[in-house]
């Protein structure tokens, strides 16, 4: 079983919808639990950080956890084709952050 | 905002060859990190640092890697003697004074080894 596991996609959802994303992790110690966004090229971009079950908003991204389910989830909310990147969901124990391999995601205008 | 640098942003060297990775984490950080990332693939956790000894390290940190904080600023990770299957994008990281707090990514450097 993976350590951090994500669907690959791509997701395709149209410009102003709702896209979802999931995350499962097999460690039930992890501590903290990070999304990231990356473009093509590009480095990893912080966009949300969740430590305790239930949801995390800021802005138009909702991060919710669920330590029971060994689940995280990412929803963005009106869409925009600025958000089309890779989301890598990261998970943290005693310093070491394990990456996903990241779900790409394509807002089609 | 503050934030990671790091040089060079593309290092080209031959097999066989020591490599040096700089990076400057932001000043008021205590924890730094270094990854990798081979083309097409995921981000791959190499190392841990904090108070100036490795934390944490994985298996793809073997004898051939090392890092340094060499001074107040600077964070450096050595590859001692180069394969074809370390070319890839190396990113260093920090974060502030818990360990359980985000990563703050710099924007990499591409090593490739010819």
Redesign the interface.
């Known amino acids: 079983q993976k350590e951090v596991e994500q669907n690959s996609g791509p997701l395709s959802v149209p410009e102003g919808a709702i896209a979802s994303l999931n995350c499962t992790y097999s460690d039930r110690v992890s501590?903290?639990f990070?999304w990231?966004r990356?473009y093509s090229g590009?480095?990893?971009?912080?966009i949300m950080?969740i430590?305790s079950n239930g949801d995390k908003e800021d802005g138009r991204f909702t991060a919710q956890l669920n330590k029971a389910s060994q689940y995280v989830s990412l929803l963005i909310r009106d869409s925009q084709p600025s958000d089309s990147a890779t989301y890598?969901c990261?998970v943290?124990k005693?310093?070491?952050?394990?990456?996903?391999?990241?779900t790409k995601l394509q807002v089609i205008p | 905002e503050p934030e990671v640098t790091q040089t060079p942003s593309h290092q080209v060297t031959q097999m066989g060859q020591e490599v040096i990775l700089r990076c400057v984490p932001i000043s008021n950080h205590l924890y730094f990190y270094w990854y990798r990332q081979i083309l097409g693939q995921k981000v791959e956790f190499l190392v841990s640092f904090y108070n100036n000894e490795i934390s944490e390290k994985s298996e793809i940190f073997d004898d051939q890697f090392s890092v340094e904080r060499p001074d107040g600023s600077n964070f450096t990770l050595k590859i001692r003697s180069t394969k074809l299957e370390d070319s890839a994008m190396y990113f260093c990281a920090s974060s502030e004074r818990l360990s359980n707090q985000p990563q703050h990514f710099g924007d990499g450097t591409r090593l490739s080894i010819l």
């Open positions: 501590q903290s990070f990231y990356q590009k480095s990893p971009e912080l950080s430590y890598l990261a943290n005693n310093q070491k952050v394990t990456f996903g391999t990241g």
